[in-house]
C-alpha cells in the first residue's frame, strides 16, 4: 500500500524555495500566523467596535488599521481554496493513513476517543497562536521566510520550536510502562 | 496584476504544496518530531534551501521586497517554546491546520478554533508582553547578512548547499526508533 505523499519532499521543497522566492520579488515573504488576528480584528471590529478600536494590538493588525481584507489575509484564504481544490482532486491518491479526523498513531497511543483528540487539537490551536503571536511569526514566516532571509530572530525561533517540540513529541510518545 | 488576486494565487499554490507533501498529515509530522520519518524535515530545509538563494539573488538585483522581522530574543524564545509544545501536541502548525481544514479533517478545524482563540488571548496580553518580551533584549531587525557585513549572496550560497546537502544525503529516517 502507498504510506508515502502525492509528492516527493524533493518537489514539494524546491517548489515551496521557488514559490517563496516568487512572493518576495512581487510582494513580500509567506506568512501565516498574523492573518489569525486579523480575523480576530475584523470579527471584533464588526461585534464591538469600541473594544477592537481600544485594544492596541487588534487595531495594529486590523490589516494596517482599516480593518479589511490585505495581501497576507487573501493569501491564506487562498491555502483554503487551493488546499480543498487540491484534496478534492487527490482524494483517491492520498495514503490511507492520513486522510480522515482521527489519526492512527494518536489511537494507538491514546484510544479512539474523539472528545480527547479534539480537545487536545484545540488546546494545541491555542498554544500555537498564543506563542506564535509573542514570537512575531510561525513555521511558515519565521522559519520558511525568516530563515531564508537569514533573519537572526528567525533562527532563534527555528531552534528553540524544533527544541521543544521534539522534547514534547517525545514525551507524548514515551512507551506506556503496562 | 492586483496585489489581493497575487496573494490569493500564491496562498493557492502554498496550500496545494503542503496538501500534496503530506505537511497537513499528523503522521508525517509526529514522525518528523520523533526523529523517526524525517520527510518533513528534508521538505522544510529544501524548501529553505531553495529559497535563501532565490530572495539573495534577487536582493543582488535589488529586487527583494525582503520582510525582517526583529529579534527580541526572550520574546522569541517564550513563543517559540510555547509554539512547540501546541505543534507536539496539535500535530499542525497555523498554515497546514489551515489546510486540513479544507480537506475536512475535523481534529485541524478544532486546532484552528483554538488558534484564533490563542490570537485573541495574545491581544489581551500584549501591553504587558511588549513591555517584558518584545521591549527586552530587542536586537532589532537584523540578518546574519548584517552581522557578518558582507554580501548577502556570499552567505546564502554556502547557507543554501549545506542545507540541500544535509535534506539529500545526510539526514536518514529511524534516529527515534526503538528496538
Redesign the interface.
Known sequence: MRDEPIISWKVAGIMLGLLLTLATFLVKPLGVSTQFVVTDAMVAHQVAPEFAEENAYLAKYGEQSDWGVGYGWMLVFGMLVGGGLTAALFRDRQPMLDQGSMPSMWVKQFGASRLKRFATAFAGGVLLLFGARLAGGCTSGHMISGISQLAVGSFIFGVTTFAVAIGTAKFLYRRRSA | MN??????????????????????????I?GT???RDM??I?????????????????DLGG???????????W?????????????????????????G????????V???????????????V??V?DAW?LQNAN?G?????D?IGIE?VY??IP?SLMLLAL??FVLKDGY?T?S
Open positions: 496585489t489581493l488576486l497575487i496573494g490569493f494565487l500564491i496562498g493557492c499554490a502554498f496550500g496545494a504544496i503542503l496538501f500534496l507533501g503530506g505537511a497537513s498529515s499528523y503522521r508525517k509526529l518530531l520523533l526523529l520527510t518533513i528534508k521538505l522544510m530545509l529544501t524548501a529553505i534551501g531553495v529559497g535563501t538563494l532565490g530572495v539573495y539573488l534577487l529586487l527583494a521586497n525582503m520582510s525582517i522581522k526583529p529579534a527580541y530574543v520574546g522569541i524564545v517564550a513563543g517559540g517554546a510555547i509554539f512547540g509544545v501546541g505543534w507536539a501536541i496539535s500535530g499542525y502548525c497555523p498554515g497546514t491546520c489551515v489546510v481544514t479544507s480537506e475536512g479533517k475535523l481534529d485541524a478544532f486546532t484552528l478554533a483554538g488558534a484564533l482563540v490563542g490570537a485573541f488571548l495574545f491581544s489581551l500584549y501591553p508582553m518580551l536586537l531587525k537584523i540578518t546574519i547578512v552581522v548577502g552567505l546564502a547557507f535534506a539529500f527515534g526503538e
